[in-house]
Every structure is written in structure tokens, then in C-alpha cells.
């Protein structure tokens, strides 16, 4: 089959770019019984063929195919993103190898402090070499900027890890932090302090394997290698305070300088704890009163946190995270190796009825069927009849009102919200009668894990039902250990919460409204990018979506929102005038379109970010290489036309 004449396929098959090879689009178009004939139809034959990566075919679309050739490598996807720049996995072209490569943002290549800081962690990478450490392949200069070539790995990191899984078996946290110290130790024997150890720098694969990322804050401190003093000054202040607060130790906060690599032990002691129990050491807000937490605050028991860790796991956290420094382990080689006498092996929780572990399938249906008692408008309590009640924790006031209001419909006799964990705790010690809480996964104190793990250590409160509402798609392992507890997802509560009915409360009245037809449903799109307008109105008109508005920019989507009614709005972030989180926030501010289903469509990946939107009002994210398909798929929940 003769191969089309297109503008994408010169921009992928030139000299320069030769992103995929021609025998592999001839393939492509092999079986086809119509040759393509748009630019459009061509790049989803080669993505349907496997020849393009979705993120490839949106810059060929975007005829930015020039970008996806980095010296030696070609592009295949975005792996994340941050204030420094972007990584990205990517093959080499000759042999063939998936290499991650980490981009610095052009813009901050005329910073003196942030190149400072890229040039540190190809310096630092370059001394170390352990199979504990990522891999420093090369660097070189392409047309994003300045990149590191780095070891690919094939999993995600222990932050991520905890947020999907919540806290971890004891055997697999204290193994992944055993290993973490080990590597650490022998960066620490290469005359460097990591100086940012948290979760999220510390990637695991698939084996469980684990390894140690991002020295960009490091400190050279050997020898004769060892760079020009004014220069590692400079580059300190430039971040003021090098390090992530919530795992920093209190010297560290106090002179970045001078901490050594006993710093370095704190901070992994607070990831431990991170680990087993999904939350920071100190629940501190405010940049002062996380530093005084870490300095003044009374270490926190460990076997209280987790019933299960055995004291000699609890002593040897509480020695990583002494706050003096000279009662503190004094090496890593020290912590990985009492951590290797612990001895602990991997433990089955079996799935048990009358209360104990009960991870349930089939979500609230079953949640509620597996009940031992039957909810009613009345239920005895403490010999009394008394009403039935039901708790629901959420920080934003927007979708506070909207669980509250989804929540009195299961014919509860009360419906009290709260704001945090600690109005949580009050109303579930105040009120009698709570049978159900439905709590938000992310609190402004706390998590909604956090909030289940108290509640099921107090005997008042362990055989209330529980239901924890996530952004993210609800994975049923994160109440793993939890019994009464089920995982939903705030994007589509109303459907998830109107399963309860007739089933814990026999007088539930769930509306059903008429439902409106889609073509007389409004859409408002707003986006910066041509091709993502353009791709996102034939997504929504394919479905039947007739009135469709569609704007570029920030500014253009706040006039809108505050002069009609749309039945949904679907938004890009990163956007001129108004960012998308900005526009969500001004809708939950408007009469107009306060209730308005809000889709955000974004290639941000920054959880810091992304949370930033879900306060403001977002009720389902999804990334800008979705396909047409999930973008249906999510507009279709948010409507419950599913």
C-alpha cells in the first residue's frame, strides 16, 4: 500500500526526527482496505497499530514532532512533572533500551541557582553506582533544554504507593525502608546527604525492588571533589530551606548547611511512619508550625499508630527520629541492620465475618447486605429509640453541601457534617445513633483513613459503617484490614449513596428526576489548545451534546459561567488569565452553576496541583493523552448517564 502524502507523516519520517521506522507505518497500513487521507485518520491508524504512543500522536497532531527526538532518544510518554521541569520515558534509539530522561524547564535555564541545582544531581548521580541508587546514563541538550538520561523504572514511588494502597503490611514497609537505608548508607560512604528523603523519592518496581531518586538538593561534602563552597552557600539559599518540611529534621529546618547525613536517618524514620500509616509524623498546617512540630513536639507511638508493629519496631523509629541528634542512630548501615533483626514475615489477613478483617466486593450493595443489623428510622441504643444518624467529613464547603445533600436522601433522621477530623470525632462522641460516616479521603487534618484507623481502635466507635469517598478510582485494597468499610468515588456519590437505600434505611426517599436529553444539555469547554477544543467538542457532540459553548482561556470561562447555566463544564489547568482551578472555583461561587459538573482535562501531573483543583470544585480529572472514549466515559458519569 502506497503510503498517503501527509504533513504527519514527513514530520515523523524526517531525517531529523525519523521517529518510528517506515517498514513499521507500512505495516500499520497493510491490513487497511482504505488508505487514510486526513493527517487525523493517519496518526489513529498508527496509534491504533501501536506504531505512536498517545502522547506521541498528540504532538504530531500538534506539529510539535520535533520535540519528541532528545539526542539519542525518542520520546514515548510523560511520566511527571514538577517546578524544575518534566521526565519522561523514552528508547534509545540504537539499543532499544526504556530510559527515563528528566528535562529542565528552558525557562530556568537562565536561573543560576535552579541550573546550579540540575548541573548538582548529574554531579551527585555520576559518584554513585548501586543497584539501590537510580542510574545516571548520560546528559546532553535537546529541543526541551537541558536532560539527564536516568534508569527507568518499571513500578511507581512509595508516596504513590501509599495514596493508592493506604498503609502498608508491616513485613513490606519495614522491608522497603531496609533497603532504602542501605542505598542510603552507600551514597552517605560517597561523601553526599541526600538532604530531601521522603516517599516520593524512593521509586519501587514491580519485584519490590527499591531505589533512591532526585539528588538535585544533595551536599557534596568529600574531599578533593568536593564544589566551590560559595557556590553550595548559594545554591542553599536559594531554596531557603533545602527539603521537604514534613520529613525534615529539626536541624536541617534550623541551618541547611550544616546537617549531615544523621538528617538524612530522621527523614527516613519519618517515612517509615509515613508508610505504616499513611500520614505525616506531625499534623502541622503551616510552614512555622510544621518546623516547631518537628523540634518541640513529643515523638508519637508507633504501636499506637499500628496495634500490629512489634515494640522493637517502635524503639527503632523512635531512635531515627530523636530529635537530638547525638541520640540518634549515627549511621544508616545501623538502621538497615537492626531493621534486618526484626525478622518479619509477610502475614495473610483472612477475610473473617462478625467484624474482624472484610474487605467486601461489589461496593455499597454489598457493604450494606453483609450488615449484621438492618438500619431504621429508629434503631435502640443503650436500651433507648433514638434517631438515626449519619456523619459526613469533608474539607471543601462545596462538596460538603453536595455529600450532605446526597447523604439525606438515604432517609437518615439527621445528617451532620463536619469539616475536619477533629468535628468528626466530636460528632461521633456527641451524637447517639451514628451508624454511618462517609468521609472524604482527603482532609484539611488528616485523611479519611486516618479518621477509619481511630475510629476502629475505640470500641464506641469500631462497628459504625464506613464509607471513604476518593477522586481517585476507588481501589477496594485501601480499606484492606478495615471491616465494615468500602472504597467509592466522589465522582458518581450520587449513584454509589443511592445504593444504600432500602437497604440500611428503610425509609428512604431517593428522587428520581426526569432525566433531561442530552441534546438539550448545555456544555461549556474551555481550553488554551486548538487541537484539545477541537478534540473535545466532537467527543461531547458525539454523544449527542447539541449546545455546545467553547472558549480559550481562562477569562473568556469565568464570563460564561456567570452569565448562563451549563449542565457541565469541561476545563484544561494550565490556561491564560484564569488557570482551570480558578475557573471551578468561580462556578462553586456562582448562583448559575454552583451544582455544575466539572471535568478537568490536564497534562498536570503534580499531586500539589491536582489537589489544588479538587478543592476548588473539580469533580473528575483526567490526563490530556485520555482517549475520546474515557473522555465520554467521564462525562457520562458526572451526568449519571451510566
Known amino acids: 500500500m502506497t503510503i498517503p502524502n501527509l504533513r504527519s507523516i514527513h514530520d515523523i519520517l524526517d531525517e531529523k526526527n525519523n521517529i518510528v521506522p517506515f517498514h513499521e507505518i507500512e505495516k500499520a497500513l497493510s491490513g487497511l482496505a482504505e488508505v487514510p487521507t486526513t493527517d487525523t485518520q493517519m496518526i489513529d491508524v498508527l496509534v491504533r497499530g501501536g506504531v505512536l504512543t498517545p502522547f506521541q500522536a498528540q504532538a504530531v497532531r500538534e506539529g510539535r514532532a520535533s520535540e519528541l527526538v532528545m539526542g539519542s532518544y525518542i520520546i514515548l510518554d510523560k511520566i511527571g512533572a514538577g517546578g524544575m521541569g518534566a521526565v519522561y520515558k523514552a528508547r534509545h534509539r540504537l539499543t532499544k533500551r526504556i530510559d527515563a530522561i528528566k528535562v529542565l524547564k528552558k525557562d530556568l535555564v537562565g536561573s543560576p541557582d535552579s541550573f546550579a541545582r540540575f548541573m548538582r544531581e548529574m554531579q551527585a548521580n555520576a559518584k554513585c553506582t548501586h543497584p539501590g541508587v537510580v542510574m545516571l546514563l548520560y546528559a546532553d541538550e535537546g529541543p526541551l533544554g537541558y536532560f539527564l538520561a536516568m534508569e527507568f523504572v518499571d513500578g511507581t514511588d512509595l508516596a504513590g504507593l501509599v495514596m493508592k494502597r493506604g498503609p502498608l503490611p508491616l513485613a513490606e514497609a519495614v522491608d522497603f525502608t531496609a533497603q532504602s537505608a542501605r542505598a542510603l548508607a552507600y551514597v552517605h560512604s560517597r561523601g553526599l546527604v541526600h538532604r530531601d528523603i521522603k516517599p516520593a523519592n524512593f521509586l519501587v518496581d514491580k519485584s519490590g525492588t527499591v531505589k533512591v531518586a532526585d539528588l538535585g538538593l544533595v551536599r557534596i561534602s568529600d574531599g578533593p571533589e568536593t564544589s566551590d563552597a560559595a557556590e553550595q552557600e548559594s545554591l542553599t539559599q536559594a531554596y531557603t530551606i533545602a527539603g521537604t518540611l514534613e520529613f525534615m529534621a529539626p536541624e536541617q529546618a534550623v541551618d541547611t548547611k550544616t546537617a549531615d547525613h544523621r538528617a538524612d536517618i530522621y527523614s527516613l524514620g519519618c517515612t517509615l511512619w509515613y508508610l505504616l500509616t499513611a500520614r505525616n509524623v506531625y499534623a502541622a498546617k503551616t510552614q512555622m508550625q510544621k518546623i516547631m512540630a518537628h523540634q518541640k513536639e513529643p515523638i508519637p507511638s508507633l504501636t499506637q499508630a499500628r496495634p500490629d ?211 438539550d444539555m448545555t456544555v461549556l469547554i474551555a481550553d488554551d489548545s486548538l487541537f484539545a477544543r477541537r478534540r473535545l467538542e466532537t467527543a461531547v457532540r458525539d454523544i449527542g451534546f447539541n449546545q455546545v459553548t467553547v472558549v480559550k482561556d481562562g477569562a473568556e470561562a469565568i464570563e460564561k459561567i ?80 451510566v
Do not use: C
Request: aromatic fraction near 4%.
Open 562 to 641: 456567570e452569565s448562563g447555566t451549563f449542565d457541565i463544564i469541561i476545563s484544561d489547568f494550565n490556561m491564560p488569565h484564569h488557570t482551570g482551578d480558578q475557573v471551578a472555583s468561580r462556578a462553586r461561587q456562582s448562583a448559575l452553576n454552583r451544582e455544575t459538573p466539572i471535568l478537568m482535562y490536564t497534562s498536570e501531573t503534580e499531586e500539589h496541583i491536582l489537589q489544588s483543583a479538587r478543592k476548588s470544585g473539580v469533580d473528575k480529572i483526567l490526563p490530556k493523552n485520555a482517549t475520546v472514549e474515557q473522555v465520554q466515559e467521564g462525562v457520562r458519569h458526572l451526568l449519571g448517564m
Open 309 to 519: 508493629a512489634p515494640p522493637a519496631l517502635d524503639a527503632i523509629f523512635r531512635k531515627m527520629v530523636e530529635k537530638e541528634v547525638s541520640k540518634r542512630y549515627q549511621s544508616m548501615q545501623d538502621v538497615a541492620n537492626d531493621l534486618a533483626k526484626l525478622n518479619l514475615a509477610p502475614v495473610a489477613v483472612a477475610a473473617e465475618e462478625g467484624g474482624a478483617t472484610m474487605v467486601m466486593e461489589g461496593g455499597i450493595a454489598a457493604l450494606a447486605a453483609a450488615s449484621s443489623v438492618a438500619m431504621s428510622p429508629e434503631t435502640l441504643v443503650g436500651g433507648q429509640a433514638s434517631s438515626t444518624v449519619v456523619v459526613v467529613v469533608e474539607s471543601s464547603d462545596f462538596l460538603l453541601k453536595r455529600m450532605v445533600k446526597e447523604a439525606q436522601a438515604l432517609g437518615a433522621d439527621e445528617v451532620v457534617p463536619a469539616k475536619n477530623i477533629m468535628q468528626a470525632q466530636e460528632a461521633l462522641h456527641d451524637k447517639p445513633g451514628v451508624r454511618l460516616v462517609i468521609a472524604s479521603n482527603t482532609l484539611a487534618d488528616g485523611s479519611g483513613l486516618d479518621l477509619l484507623r481511630q475510629m476502629r481502635l475505640e470500641d464506641s466507635t469500631r462497628d459504625i459503617e464506613f464509607v471513604l469517598a476518593t477522586s481517585d478510582e476507588p481501589v477496594e485494597s485501601v480499606v484492606q484490614g478495615f471491616a465494615k468499610s468500602v472504597v467509592i468515588s466522589k465522582t458518581n456519590i450520587k449513584s454509589h449513596l443511592s445504593e444504600l437505600a432500602g437497604k440500611w434505611f428503610s425509609s428512604a426517599k431517593v428522587s428520581k428526576p426526569v432525566p433531561k436529553p442530552v441534546s
